[in-house]
């Protein structure tokens, strides 16, 4: 995969010429056509431009959209805990709130960023939601916090800092994060599909191993059976070099899963209480807007000062680098950033990923932000902002027609996590593994991702890493001001615990 962008710095639809024969659209002769000749869809969206077609960024789009639509299901799941006064949001209100901010900032992320990302509530904003600050207040304050941290990004944006974060970031890392969100969207999926478990209570340094293959060492159930088709499949397609691999790859295992379940007489159960490949009552849904606009601001003070710091911080970071993550490795995956590793329009999608926090609190949703998923529809060719908004017209219509969402069983949806995770390993080239230097804050970066389950952790670690390092070289000077303050904020972020502590926050 080239880190070679095929869009340069300041060209317009003018400069179509020709284009690398590996880089064309499918189907394309070598002489594009000019400027006057697209459709208007294609000049919006610079599709020529960026090697693409229109059929493939649709197709990228639909495909992004399933490897996501889980969040449909499970960010209700999270934020139905009770607030600090016992009362809990509604699930069909939460439902609604989840699909309306997925399409509308996914929408505007392809119309203005015009970047292949599709946002949603982000699970680690949603759990530091549910698990941390609605303890601490009503559930209305709750997502003012939310509108305060989205509005905090968006003035880091705003100010030029966020970007001049991203682009101080060595490239080698940039790299790094990129195989590391490779290796935890693998995870994740082996995880939703039940191929690896976890083993509560057997951990740690006394335990056997944190984690197993399926349940007890063994492949079990009909639904892991079905994973393991889908990727096998998913993998032959690619071999084969199938325009469309992964998207047909999901339709395929969910006709087989359908198959499997409805003769292996299967209960919503077997699907681990999710996406079960069975239809049952009306294809349509009334959407329930009750919780749009429940947000106040009025409780905060009597959590304390030093504890709404403390959950905003915690928010900002959660939201802020996550996100820093997976737009740089999308983007490298992508080919739209250059040979430094910086991406053309950066600020932008950043602008909107941030507005997306405030968004999701005004909705009732939680912080929306980039989801990695979108590396499902890169992989199936999505490479401008047309894909995002069929993602955002797919959530659109599942404010009306949620039952379908949920025919792709979550074990379907995940093969396509694993394949993305072995197309992003292919970074590995462009580390020189004999530089210790290198090598170090790039393996941290990498291996903390999916062993920490938090983009953060990998992202801090490999950062703090690098900047002790190239001081111990004396080299501190080659860091950069701004390196040495972002080293800080995450020694900061690893040592919150003991500073809460400290600072007498419960």
Request: aromatic share 8%; with cysteine; net charge negative.
């Amino acid at each position: 995969m080239t880190q070679q962008s095929t869009e340069p710095r300041g060209a317009d639809d003018a400069d179509a010429g020709t284009l690398p024969q590996g880089l064309r659209p499918e189907g394309a002769p070598n002489s594009l056509r000019s400027p006057a000749d697209r459709s208007w869809l294609d000049r919006y969206f610079h599709i020529t431009k960026r090697g693409s077609t229109i059929g493939r960024e649709v197709r990228g789009g639909i495909t992004t959209f399933m490897a996501m639509a889980y969040i449909i299901l499970l960010n209700p799941v999270i934020l139905s805990v009770p607030d600090a006064n016992g009362a809990r949001l509604d699930g069909d209100q939460l439902t609604t709130a989840t699909v309306f901010a997925a399409a509308a900032t996914t929408i505007v992320m392809g119309l203005m960023g015009n970047v292949p990302l599709a946002l949603a509530a982000g699970l680690s904003v949603s759990a530091v939601m549910a698990f941390q600050v609605a303890p601490e207040m009503s559930w209305e304050n709750a997502m003012g916090m939310c509108v305060i941290y989205g509005a905090v990004i968006v003035l880091l944006v705003v100010t030029g800092l966020r970007e001049l974060i991203m682009n101080a970031i060595p490239l080698a890392l940039k790299h790094a994060i990129t195989m590391g969100i490779g290796l935890f969207v693998c995870l994740i999926g082996l995880v939703q599909a039940g191929f690896v478990t976890s083993m509560p209570g057997e951990g740690g340094i006394a335990g056997a191993k944190p984690i197993q293959l399926g349940t007890h060492d063994m492949l079990t159930g009909w639904p892991v059976l079905c994973f393991s088709v889908t990727v096998l499949l998913i993998f032959l397609l690619q071999v084969r070099k199938v325009p469309g691999a992964i998207l047909i790859g999901i339709v395929g295992g969910t006709l087989f899963a359908a198959v499997v379940h409805q003769f292996a007489g299967l209960d919503k159960a077997a699907w681990g209480g999710l996406n079960a490949p069975e239809l049952t009552g009306s294809i349509v849904s009334s959407p329930d807007f009750g919780l749009f606009g429940s947000v106040s601001f009025d409780g905060m003070a009597d959590v304390g000062g030093i504890t709404v710091g403390v959950i905003v911080f915690t928010l900002v970071l959660a939201g802020f680098f996550d996100a820093m993550g997976t737009i740089i490795g999308i983007g490298q995956q992508a080919n739209l950033a250059d040979s430094t590793g910086k991406m053309p329009g950066l600020n932008k999608a950043l602008a909107i990923d941030g507005a997306g926090g405030a968004i999701g609190g005004f909705t009732g949703a939680s912080g929306q932000t980039v989801f990695v998923e979108s590396t499902a529809g890169v992989g199936d060719g999505a490479r401008t902002g047309l894909a995002s908004v069929v993602t955002g017209l797919a959530f659109t219509l599942c404010l009306f027609f949620t039952p379908l969402a949920q025919l792709i069983p979550t074990q379907v949806a995940a093969a396509a996590l694993v394949v993305i995770g072995s197309m992003m390993m292919s970074n590995a080239k462009h580390i020189d593994w004999n530089d210790s230097a290198t090598a170090i804050p790039v393996f941290l970066t990498t291996v903390l991702m999916p062993f920490t389950y938090s983009i953060t952790a990998g992202i801090a670690a490999g950062v703090i890493a690098h900047v002790l390092i190239k001081a111990v070289q004396g080299r501190a000077r080659d860091v950069g001001w701004l390196m040495w303050i972002l080293s800080a904020v995450f020694l900061a972020y690893f040592a919150l615990n003991s500073i809460e502590g400290w600072l007498g926050v419960k």
